[in-house]
């Protein structure tokens, strides 16, 4: 499958901290040239660490469950360690969906052995936004496109 026919499924740090949406929204927009993203609102500025304040958490695990299901891969950033984030892995991993992800090493926090030791997960370690792009890039060519 290839370019805007793949769905890609975004998951980041909602309720865990949002020092890293900057980030997110970075990589969103870069991965925007491999698919539709179907989660660009974890990219948001405008959502904040109480998440979607407008929609219950019912709804909220609905909606996300369905994207999930809807994607054919998940890349996830998983510097800030979010139950959130490794509850949508975990449920990706069930689903046999191709999942990257990128983590920044040096923030004083390892890596979840759960998520390092997977062997159904590629981990991609950055610095730099345009080493996290060299890594999806490498990615998705990998899965093929």
Do not use: W
């Not at 740090?13 to 927009?29: F, P, S």
């Not at 405008?46 to 994207?67: F, N, P, Q, W, Y």
């Not at 990257?100 to 390892?110: I, T, V, W």
Request: glycine content about 12%; aromatic content about 8%.
């Amino acid at each position: 499958m290839k370019g805007d026919k793949r769905k890609i499924y975004f998951s980041g740090a909602i309720r865990a901290g949002r020092n890293d949406v900057q980030i997110y929204h970075n990589l969103i927009l870069y991965l925007k040239g491999f698919g539709k993203v179907l989660t660009e609102f974890v990219g948001d500025e405008a959502t904040r660490e109480e998440g979607e304040v407008r929609l219950k958490d019912s709804e909220i695990h609905k909606r996300d469950m369905e994207l999930l299901k809807e994607a054919d891969i998940v890349v996830a950033e998983v510097t800030t360690p979010s139950l959130g984030v490794g509850y949508e892995i975990g449920v990706a991993v069930e689903n046999k969906k191709p999942i990257l992800c990128l983590y920044r090493p040096g923030n004083g926090k390892l890596l979840s052995a759960m998520i390092s030791g997977s062997p159904s997960i590629v981990v991609g370690h950055y610095d730099t936004i345009e080493d996290a792009k060299d890594i999806i890039k490498k990615f998705f060519k990998k899965v093929g496109g």
